[in-house]
């Protein structure tokens, strides 16, 4: 009997750490709550002595009734709420070039939020695949209190997400069911969120425009990491969107191409990106913004759509300066999103018939969730002659840029997540380097000499994210100093209880939302996050991250030199060790070409 109840008792507890993993509503909870109650007073009750088969029937019972509340109780999809950090109100009407909007207002910070405007039409139907369209003007007021859809990406059940969470960021709250849905995911995803200080301002108001990472393949504009709502407060208008991603983002077809105005296929995902832009230039006075002071940011995939954008004949004039974080597509051969035309014309050949379409009626016919698994392999930026009329790196080469300053750089442990499920070792560093650098394998051991398995584990990581992230920054650097644009680039190291120093770590730190009761990060961690954010904050205002009270940044003019944001705030050189890899990439990337 002892063991029974121990065994019930065990059971119960695993079914509520599932149903809380998986973000099931609180009546799940209570359901499990009663159905345990009686399953425990039906052996309590000793009906079933003696009777071994109902028994089992019982247990088994007991498994069904939990997996039926585990589908019956499974969360709900639904929008998101826009979010301050306390009570709002409703602002006052802002007249837009479509119409009317309202959104919320936090007095106790003074930061008013616009979330949900759209900026073109629904990308669906006959508008799947097409340059994104003017928005149909509402007459009513809009009430801009909800984000809208992410874009149509592929999802994965409550538990994996909560699990990242927990594993990765490690400030998972427990048991809090106001969080107990999940967002909703659309084609019908292209609209922007505005944070801005409240009420109106004496002068034009520099601004921000931020483009989310996820790979091109998932992301969502309102994440709290990247949140706009400490930039407002210190007097910055920030604005981000949503755009196509995947399959309905980066499909290329020469049918597309022919169908379209300009020709184009392949990027309709920056296409949004630069609409996007069009809707601030055109709105963002009515918010109190300048449409000549615009700073376009990103991370990760984010930060390769900004530096595509830098070499854009379409982009020209919608912004000024950039902020790029652990990314670009300025080096000879990109190493992540991005691919040559011809690679994803095949490509979309594969997509149209793996989906067993030979028309693109047909092809727009098929539902969303159907084809939003191709984002596996549909998620690269592509040289179309529209949006990119050539490889950046040969832009650059050639004097044509957009910026006229950026702030970018990479973090210490850029490569920690993507190689988590991995090991290195002695053993096999070897031939992993030989695999990935083949004829300059022996170069790369010789700067990389490992000789246990702690340097094996050690350099193959600093070699992984010199190869994706590092590198890509500074061939960027170098083509910037050539072209005599300002360039600031930063190397996060700055450890702490959540993502550390790993990629994407050091957003929380440059927009400045490290949560005040968090008890992930110290007093450190908030003093270093006033001087990133601050160099950001002067960057947006003038272009130039130096101001009072600040450590000097200066500009990398000799391609080795980087301002450390960490322990330590100040200059610091590459490891030489690092050079030597960077030279031998340079080689590889020559010899591709």
């Known amino acids: 009997m002892i063991a029974r109840r121990i065994i019930t008792i065990v059971l119960f ?3 509520i750490l599932i149903l809380e993993l998986n973000s099931n509503t609180v009546w799940g909870f209570v359901l499990l709550a009663l159905s345990t109650a009686g399953f425990f007073a039906l052996f309590e009750t000793r009906i079933l002595d003696g009777k071994p088969l109902l028994k089992v029937a019982a ?13 019956l109780t499974y969360p709900p999809v639904k929008r998101v709420p826009a979010y301050l950090s306390g009570k709002t109100v409703e602002t006052e009407v802002v007249k837009l070039r479509d119409g009317d909007v309202t959104g919320i207002l936090d007095e106790s910070i003074g930061v008013e939020l616009y979330a949900g405007i759209p900026y073109a039409a629904p990308p669906v139907g006959d508008l799947r695949w097409k340059e994104p369209q003017d ?16 874009a149509m990406q592929p999802r994965n059940v409550p538990v994996y997400y909560s699990l990242a969470q927990i594993i990765g960021y490690h400030d998972y709250r427990w048991f809090d069911f106001s969080d107990n849905y999940r967002p909703e995911v659309s084609e019908d995803a292209l609209y922007v ?44 208008i920030v604005v981000n969107m949503g755009y196509r991603l995947g399959v309905f983002g980066f499909l290329a077809l020469d049918e597309l191409a022919a169908e379209s105005p300009s020709g184009t296929t392949g990027n309709y995902g920056l296409l949004d990106q630069i609409k996007a832009l069009e ?49 670009t597509v300025a080096s000879e051969e990109p190493p992540h999103s991005y691919r040559s035309l011809e690679d994803a014309l095949n490509s979309g050949l594969t997509v149209k018939e793996r989906a067993g379409a030979s028309t693109l009626e047909e092809l727009r016919s098929i539902p969303a969730d159907r084809l939003v698994d191709f984002a596996n392999t549909e998620h690269h930026i592509t040289v179309d002659g529209h949006v990119l009329l050539e490889d950046p790196y040969i832009s650059y080469n050639n004097g044509i840029f957009n910026e006229e300053a950026a702030l970018h750089g990479f973090n210490k442990e850029e490569s920690a997540a993507f190689i988590m499920f991995t090991k290195t070792t002695l053993k096999n560093y070897e031939q992993k380097v030989r695999a990935f650098f ?29 190869v994706f992230f590092d590198y890509p920054h500074y061939v960027y650097n170098r083509l910037a100093v050539k072209n005599g ?13 959540r993502l550390g120093c790993w990629h994407s770590g050091e957003e929380v730190y440059l927009y400045g939302n490290i949560p005040a009761k968090s008890k992930l990060y110290d007093a450190d961690d908030r003093s270093l996050m006033n001087v990133f954010s601050g160099y950001l904050l002067n960057f947006v205002k003038t272009g130039d991250p130096n101001g009072e009270g600040l450590p000097a940044f200066e500009p990398n003019t000799n391609n080795v030199t980087l301002m450390e944001l960490g322990e330590n705030v100040g200059p610091v050189n590459e490891k030489d060790r690092k050079l030597k890899l960077y030279d031998i990439l340079d080689k590889m990337n020559s010899q591709n070409e």
């Open 13 to 15: 507890l695993i079914f």
């Open 59 to 71: 247990w088994f019972g007991y498994l069904v009734v939990f997996v039926g509340i585990l589908f």
């Open 135 to 150: 928005p149909e003007p509402w007459e009513c007021i809009l009430k801009a209190d909800t984000f809208a859809p992410m």
């Open 193 to 236: 969120n505005v944070w801005k200080p409240a009420g109106k301002a004496e002068e034009p108001l520099p601004v921000l425009v931020y483009i989310h990472g996820g790979s091109l393949q998932t992301g969502q504009p309102w994440y709290e990491d990247y949140s706009g709502m400490n930039l407002a407060r210190e007097g910055v």
């Open 279 to 327: 809707w601030v230039r055109d709105n963002i006075e009515a918010f109190g913004g300048d449409p000549g002071n615009v700073t376009l940011a990103g991370e990760s995939a984010g930060s390769a759509c900004v530096s595509a954008l830098c070499t854009s004949p379409l982009a020209k004039g919608l912004f000024r300066r950039v902020v790029m974080e652990s990314s």
């Open 438 to 466: 083949k004829e300059y394998a022996d170069e790369v051991l010789e700067a990389y000499p490992a000789s246990n398995d702690a340097e094996a584990s050690e350099y193959w990581a600093e070699i992984y994210g010199a």
């Open 485 to 497: 644009i300002p360039s600031y680039e930063y190397y996060f190291t700055k450890d702490n209880g």
